[in-house]
């Protein structure tokens, strides 16, 4: 059976940071190309960002509204993927989906707040 | 980025009826456009994928059809469970984008 189990979520300031984790399990993690997906409360959905696989040396693309400021990692010996937020805003408040979008996994979503 | 615009917004409907929505997007896509179904408080679950391809599992009272800039989406016959909000993805050109949703109620 597929998992993503997000955590790392919570409570932070403005111009805060926060990292973002997501353990996979019942596939062969290293072989997929992961995203992460947000939801601003009472929102539609926004894709975040995309890691390729290592056969792609782990490129990385992102929305327009969080280049620069957010990161994305996975370490695929863990079968773990990252989120690592900086530079946080208020707008930044929503629930963060690991997912791999070709192919329909996701995660249940852990929630960011940023508020001072 | 291209845009991906949802219609309607919203609609009332009634079990057994037949519903349809459509997603067009502001440039060619292809057929990489994803259907995806959310309940309150649940992730999205796919439903079709490549525009027109049912994700295994899924009933085959869902379908979907389009290429290019123009798609659909159709329940061929509304059940209790399919109340929830739909949204189109496109997967051809980063970013991503996804449609505004739509939201099927009673």
């Known amino acids: 059976e597929v998992q993503l189990v997000e955590s790392g979520g919570g409570l932070v300031q403005p111009g805060g940071s926060l990292r973002l984790s997501c353990a996979a399990s019942g596939f062969r993690f290293t072989d997929y190309y992961m995203d992460w997906v947000r939801q601003a409360p009472g929102k539609g959905l926004e894709w975040v960002g995309r890691i390729r696989d290592k056969a792609n040396s782990y490129i990385t693309d992102f929305a327009a509204s969080v280049k620069g400021r957010f990161t994305i990692s996975r370490d695929d010996s863990s079968k773990s993927l990252y989120l690592q937020m900086n530079n946080l805003k208020t707008d930044d408040t929503a629930v963060y989906y690991c997912?791999?979008?070709?192919?329909?996994?996701w995660g249940h979503g852990t929630m960011v707040t940023v508020s001072s | 980025d291209i845009q991906m615009t949802q219609s309607p917004s919203s609609l009332s409907a009634s079990v057994g009826d037949r519903v349809t929505i459509t997603c067009q997007a502001s440039q060619d896509i292809s057929n990489l456009l994803h259907w995806y179904q959310q309940k309150p408080g649940k992730a999205p679950k796919l439903l079709i994928y490549d525009a027109s391809n049912l994700e295994a599992g899924v009933p085959s009272r869902f379908s979907g059809s389009g290429s290019g800039t123009d798609f659909s989406f159709t329940i061929s016959s509304l059940q209790p469970e399919d109340f929830a909000t739909y949204y189109c993805l496109q997967l051809n050109i980063f970013p991503f984008t996804f449609g505004p949703g739509t939201t099927v109620d009673i």
């Open positions: 997912c791999s979008l070709a192919d329909g996994f």
